[in-house]
């Protein structure tokens, strides 16, 4: 389980493929391995990941065919930059909303407006996914936990605050860039819902 509170970013230092299984390491500020555990959960960019080896400053991960699948992990390169958030602990504060850690699809980056340190980024997801994007409702994008702005069917704009872009990589996003999304679970849940009781009536 995780909050979608990224703590840091990471530099990819290798990803490479053999039978369709990415192994892929990433480098992570020195001390944030402190305590980590084999089999311990890890999410890159929105994706749940389990650690396999570590040392003080990275980390490296299986990713199997279904994870590059749904996510923009399969595109990663030497000198990429990753979120990274380890996994909550019971007690922590959680300051964004609760999120799996299983990514249902990928946004495109339309739009990126700067205005002095104010970003708005315009982002689009296929129709299918529509229904569950709602204004002021919760999205996480590359595992950040962000609050969605206008929507205009798949159309949906964020506004990022200075220290999301410094924290994360969406600073480093350009248009035209696929970004992890998962959706809200609670959303997802009322919205199926609702339309499974209007199809009964």
């Known amino acids: ?24 390491t990433v480098g992570c500020p020195e001390g944030y391995t402190e305590g980590l555990a084999r089999g311990a959960s890890v999410a890159i960019n ?21 994870s590059l699948r749904r996510s923009n ?16 602990r019971f007690g922590d504060e959680i300051g964004g909303h609760l999120l799996s850690g299983h990514v249902h699809t990928q946004a ?6 700067t205005n002095a340190e104010n970003v708005a980024m315009q982002l689009r997801v296929a129709d299918k996914w529509s ?6 409702g919760y999205i996480a994008i590359n595992g950040c936990s962000l609050t969605i702005g206008a929507v205009d069917g798949g159309d949906f704009w964020l506004h990022l605050i200075p220290e999301t872009l410094r924290v994360t990589n969406l600073s480093e996003c350009s ?13 997802q849940v009322i919205v ?10």
């Open 131 to 136: 229904p569950y994007v709602i204004s002021k």
């Open 1 to 24: 389980m995780f909050t979608g509170i990224v703590t840091a970013r990471g530099g990819v230092q290798s990803a490479e493929i053999e039978s369709g299984v990415m192994r892929l």
């Open 73 to 88: 992990l399969g595109s990663l390169q030497r000198g990429d930059l990753v979120n990274l958030e380890r996994a909550a």
């Open 108 to 113: 495109e980056l339309l739009t990126v407006q």
């Open 46 to 66: 929105g994706v749940c990941l389990t650690a396999i080896e570590w040392t003080q400053d990275r980390i490296s991960f299986d990713v199997i065919d279904e």
């Open 192 to 201: 199926e819902t609702v339309e499974r009781y209007l199809a009964k009536r």
């Open 175 to 187: 248009v035209g860039s696929q970004l992890n999304v998962e959706i809200d679970h609670q959303t």
